[in-house]
């Protein structure tokens, strides 16, 4: 039977289906279970926090959202671990066991007298700095204290690491370590309550913080003892600090020799005994410098049983568990390995890694490209292409080349400097490429917990700044790729710290490459992690960036997420947000709405003094309104669109009335000086008296009722085609009008007698006789009287005058000129105009 096409019967299942008989069918691969091949999808880990009143969506592809938390959605409220949930957390806080059988842990001696002191000081409240120098035994103190001090306090003992934390990471991890808050990160007044009545001896190892950040973790904390390990180069403390100072030193001689056997596990010879005396007074006692000169003393011995131990890299490297020792050959005769010299004996790492197998060294090596930091033995069989190299672990920790730091390990004081002088950093830059692919694919897996992550973060980030300043090809690509990946990771396990490192990193390194995209990301992020710690400024700086370059990118989804985190800054800071230009497309259409206080549609705004607040019905401009959820979430922003609009109407509305005064003004200076520049505005009379003294008055049209017969005194106001087109002064033709005592203008002659007669009719273009029912009735509005058509059309008495044209104003008096020259005057009846 062929093997690839091979028969159901073979497959042990039947043509009955997958029930029964013929057995059960093989179930398909479920389309979202894990698969590691070349086409298989990549998934997105969505992660939804909250960090204080606010909603937190990590989102690794468009850039993370946030918004107020929605009313009755609020995270719960933080609770006290149990005394089993703080060992659990503790226990996952704590650095990995190596691989192999355990290592032998030295005593700690000549410490009794520190020790008792300093449980003293704790018991009674008092916070103590204890300081000395890098591998003094400052780590292996704290920890025999603590386990004095367990039962002093009603928290009982905290544990930190202050390598690289600032005052506010220390905080959040004194909250996280006693209380049980699960994706919550509070905020800065909801965090100081709570630390506030925390009451625990806390011990914080590799202290760096001082001056005024060191108060303010002391002050934050009043109801807890500190216990703080420095090196002596380290920060001071502030004056404010009130903490007492204990100075550790270095071992004596005895105490120093003593911890040498306990090392090499047999009694020293005379020889070795002179030997570790001039060690002792060359590294002045330090406890770090005899564990690594036991583990030569140790190396010495296996040296002189097996010659040949140095060409055979299985010699030195662990045994599985379970399995029986190697054997130790007698000593060969006449084979003598010297004592190592004391210069090698007081920097013995290059010694002690040239004895190691080759995955150790390897080890070194990147653990020397990532600035000290070692990789989680896990990590190592990838990055050393070994599969037994996680057994590496444990050979550079027997012989005293790391040392513990929170839940990792490091190089041990002054080991780096060391491989660095003995060659191990020549292949840096190619180590720090390999670790960023091998962490840009391992933090970006979906089987790896962002708390994974953070436990790694300081590798990650060491890999960022080795990789970032580089110039080599591909080292800035290599490292935008892994903040990108790890950055997601670092938001969803609340390592802010380890987070806004990876992005500044990230956003320095995709500016060098030139992914104008990916820079983008990395500032929309910053500005979301600014707008979470409480820094809007910051926040409004990052996010304006990162919504021009998707602006210019033609990025939808990216600028639209930039622009609602934008507007939440804006609400939460007070102020109006910054005028964004949406891109095409994403405008939201406007609807007008009445609402009181705004001009109507389509009316230009005018001063709120010269409205008649009975006949106008405001308008607001406002979004279209939104879905019942929609409007739920963004109830503040729209009320800040609603105050813009307003602000804007108002401001538009005070321009058009300075304008308007501004031109009312200059044309009256302009028209008032000159008596032959006056327009006759409206047909309102003025009254005849004796002592008005010229007042001037229109003369009557042709044909219209004396003003002593119909209105009692009063004279028509209605312009004469003569007058109007007769020059002024400018050479320009202007309208005139006569005085109401029968004066012309410019001259004190009476131009028929002084009395109140009609002048001869001149030929003029009027407006239809108003009979006297018309001319009782209210006068017309200036704009009727001013303006005239161009061609105006003869009309019976009672057809109301035309509206004005605007376009032909300008042009009337020109032509009523050219009618009076042109077209003979006619005079008739009552019901005949002039043509």
């Known amino acids: 039977m062929d093997p690839t096409h091979r ?61 107020a938390v929605p009313p009755g959605s609020g995270p719960a409220a933080p609770v006290r671990r149990t005394p089993a949930e703080r060992a659990d957390h503790e226990r996952a806080g704590a650095p990995p066991v190596p691989a192999g059988p355990p290592a032998p842990q030295p005593p700690l001696l000549e410490r009794e007298e520190e020790r008792e002191r300093l449980v003293r000081l704790l018991a009674r409240g008092r916070s103590v700095r204890l300081t000395g120098q890098p591998g003094s035994g400052r780590t292996a103190l704290l920890e025999a204290v603590a386990a004095d001090c367990a039962d002093l306090a009603p928290d009982g003992v905290v544990r930190l690491n202050g390598r690289g934390r600032t005052a506010g990471d220390l905080l959040h991890a004194l909250f996280d370590t006693v209380y049980a808050a699960p994706a919550h990160r509070p905020d800065r007044d909801e965090l100081l309550a709570h630390v506030r009545s925390i009451g625990a001896v806390v011990t914080i190892d ?187 672990l444990g050979e550079l920790a027997t012989c005293g080349l790391l040392s513990p730091a929170g839940p990792r390990y490091r190089l041990a004081a ?40 953070v436990a790694e973060a300081d590798a990650i980030v060491a890999a960022l700044a080795r990789l970032v300043p580089a110039e080599e090809a591909g080292a800035a690509s290599a490292a935008v790729l892994l903040a990108r990946s790890a950055s997601p990771a670092f938001a969803a396990g609340l390592g802010w710290g380890a987070w806004e490192r990876a992005l500044r990193m990230g956003q320095e390194a995709a500016r060098i490459a030139g992914e104008v995209a990916e820079e983008a990301y990395f500032h929309h992020e910053l500005g979301v992690l600014a707008l979470c710690t409480g820094n809007p400024d910051r926040a409004r700086a990052e996010l304006e960036t990162s919504i021009g370059m998707r602006g210019v990118l033609a990025d939808r989804s990216g600028a639209v997420a930039g622009r609602r985190a934008l507007a939440l800054v804006a609400d939460r800071s007070g102020d109006f947000a910054p005028p964004v230009r949406p891109a095409p497309g994403d405008e939201a259409p406007l609807v ?112 219209s009722v004396p003003a002593g017969e119909t209105t009692g005194g009063e004279t028509s106001a209605t312009p004469s085609a003569s007058d109007s087109a007769s020059p002024g002064a400018s050479g320009s033709p202007s309208p005139s009008a006569s005085a109401s005592d029968g004066t012309t203008p410019g001259t004190d002659e009476p131009t028929d007698g002084g009395s109140n007669s009609p002048a001869e009719p001149t030929p003029t273009r009027t407006s239809p006789r108003p009979t006297e029912t018309e001319s009782e009735s209210p006068s017309p509005t200036p704009s009727e009287s001013e303006s005239e058509s161009p061609d105006p059309t003869p009309t019976d008495d009672t057809s109301p005058v035309p509206p004005p044209q605007n376009s032909s104003s300008a042009a009337g008096p020109v032509e009523s000129a050219g009618a009076s020259a042109d077209v003979p005057a006619k005079s008739g009846g009552p019901d005949e105009t002039a043509v």
């Open 7 to 67: 028969e159901t019967e073979e497959h042990g299942q039947g043509h009955d289906g997958p029930s029964g008989q013929g057995g059960a069918r093989r179930p398909s691969r479920d389309s979202g279970g894990p698969d590691f091949g070349p086409g298989a999808p990549q998934q997105v880990r969505v992660v939804q926090l909250t960090a204080g009143d606010l909603l937190l969506t990590v989102n690794p592809v468009d850039g993370s959202e946030v918004e």
């Open 414 to 453: 002054g080991i780096l400097a060391q491989l660095e002088a003995g060659g191990y950093a020549d292949d840096a830059a190619a180590h720090a490429r390999t670790a960023a692919q091998h962490y840009a694919w391992w933090a970006s897996h979906p089987s790896v917990t962002p708390q994974r992550a």
């Open 592 to 703: 007008l709405q009445d609402a009181p206080g705004t001009p109507p549609a389509g009316v230009a705004g005018v001063p709120s003094f010269l409205r008649n607040p009975a006949e106008e019905r405001p308008t607001v401009v406002s979004p279209q309104p939104a879905a019942p959820a929609a409007r739920k979430r963004a109830g503040g922003t729209v009320l800040g669109g609603a105050r813009r609009n307003l602000a804007a109407a108002g401001a538009g509305a005070l321009l058009i009335a300075v304008l308007g005064t501004v031109v009312t003004l200059g044309v009256t200076a302009d028209g008032g000086d000159e008596p032959g520049s006056r327009n006759v505005t409206t047909e309102q009379t003025a009254t005849e008296d004796p002592a008005d003294d010229g007042l001037p008055a229109d003369e009557p049209a042709e044909g």
């Open 206 to 392: 590799d202290l760096e913080i001082g001056g005024a950040a060191l108060d303010e973790l002391l002050a934050a904390t009043p109801e807890c003892a500190f216990l703080l390990a420095a090196a002596s180069d380290a920060a001071t403390p502030g004056v404010e600090a009130h903490l007492e100072e204990v100075l550790l030193a270095g071992l004596g001689r005895g105490a120093s020799l003593t911890l040498l056997e306990k090392v090499v596990e047999r009694p020293l010879t005379e020889e070795e005994r002179n030997w570790a005396g001039d060690l002792w007074f060359e590294s002045e006692g330090l406890p770090l410098r005899f564990v690594q000169a036991g583990s030569l003393l140790v190396q010495r011995d296996r040296l002189r049983a097996v010659p040949e131990a140095l060409d055979d890299a299985d010699y030195f490297q662990p045994r599985p568990e379970g399995a029986p020792p190697a054997p130790v050959p007698a000593a060969a005769e006449g084979v003598e390995t010297p004592l190592p010299s004391l210069g090698e004996g007081a920097a013995p790492a290059l010694l002690l890694a040239s004895r190691l197998s080759e995955a150790a060294r390897a080890t070194l090596r990147f653990a020397v490209a990532l600035g000290g930091e070692v990789p989680h033995q896990a990590h190592l069989p990838a990055l050393v292409g070994d599969t037994h190299a996680d057994a590496a």
